[in-house]
């Protein structure tokens, strides 16, 4: 079993930063991936961008050049970095660990950030 716990949301002025942070309990194993998730009001909750324990990362095409998402296996924790921050960032934020099984995928998933960016 894992658990996660996010941190770091807030409000911010757009053109700001923010930090996220997600902690991991339980075995995080090589094979899992661990991402960041956003859902805003009335949408579907959507891939911001993920990490391997390589450190291979994909993102959406919106935070290209301004987020960075890293992870600290020795900790199980995982990062998002953003800056230049815009008022459509503004969503709840969830963290995301993905586990391959024999069949399928496990998904595992924080509680939730809420960021907030002013205009």
């Known amino acids: 079993q894992v658990q996660l716990v996010e941190s770091g949301g807030g409000l911010v002025q757009a053109g700001g930063s923010l930090r996220l942070s997600c902690a991991a309990s339980?075995?995080?194993?090589?094979?899992?991936?661990m991402g960041w998730y956003r859902q805003a009001p009335g949408k579907q909750r959507d891939l911001v961008a993920s990490?391997?324990?390589?450190?291979?990362?994909s993102y959406v095409d919106s935070v290209k050049g301004r987020f960075t998402i890293s992870r600290d296996n020795a900790k199980n924790t995982v990062y998002l970095q953003m800056n230049n921050l815009k008022p459509e960032d503004t969503a709840v934020y969830y963290c995301?660990?993905?586990?391959?099984?024999?069949?399928?995928?496990?998904?595992?998933w924080g509680q939730g950030t809420q960021v907030t960016v002013s205009s």
């Open positions: 339980g075995r995080i194993g090589s094979i899992d991936v």
């Open positions: 990490i391997t324990s390589g450190g291979r990362t």
């Open positions: 995301n660990v993905r586990r391959p099984t024999t069949l399928t995928t496990r998904d595992y």
